[in-house]
């Protein structure tokens, strides 16, 4: 079993054996990115209450995923594909993993928006 491939899809002579796997784990990574953002609608009453959020604080925590995400995608995908695209959406599952623990250890609205930034860095990565 090789972990990297170095053989070029237009050499193969048949399909790449895993590539449902591969797809598998492209559409849960979406799904992640996406609810990631859904998720906050629906937690954003409760995290208002429990933190003391004004209307601003609980703007900047959902703009804090989406500004990053939107700014960097082009860029972070660029990189991605000159160096390795396996490797960018495994440091973006890290990242944006990390994030998401920081997230739920923070009590602090502006932990909770750095939080999020480093989320929406790393959806930008997956993506």
């Keep these: 079993m090789r972990l990297v491939m170095n053989e070029p899809v237009e050499g193969m002579d048949r399909p790449y054996a895993r590539r449902w796997w591969a ?7 979406l799904l992640i990115i996406v609810m990631a953002n859904t998720a906050l609608t629906v937690a954003a009453p409760d995290m208002t209450r ?9 703007q ?8 990053p995400y939107a700014a960097l995608m082009l860029l972070l995908g660029a990189i991605g594909d000159k160096y390795s695209r396996r490797g960018a ?8 993993g990390g994030g998401a623990v920081a997230g739920s250890l923070v009590d602090s609205s502006t932990g909770v928006i750095a939080a999020r930034a480093v989320m929406g860095v790393g959806a930008a990565l997956i993506m």
Excluded: K, N
């Design 89 to 96: 959406l495994v440091l973006g599952l890290v990242v944006f």
């Design 50 to 58: 429990d933190l003391g959020l004004s209307s601003a604080d609980l």
């Design 23 to 29: 797809l598998l784990v492209l559409c849960l990574s």
């Design 60 to 67: 900047w925590v959902i703009d804090g995923y989406t500004v």
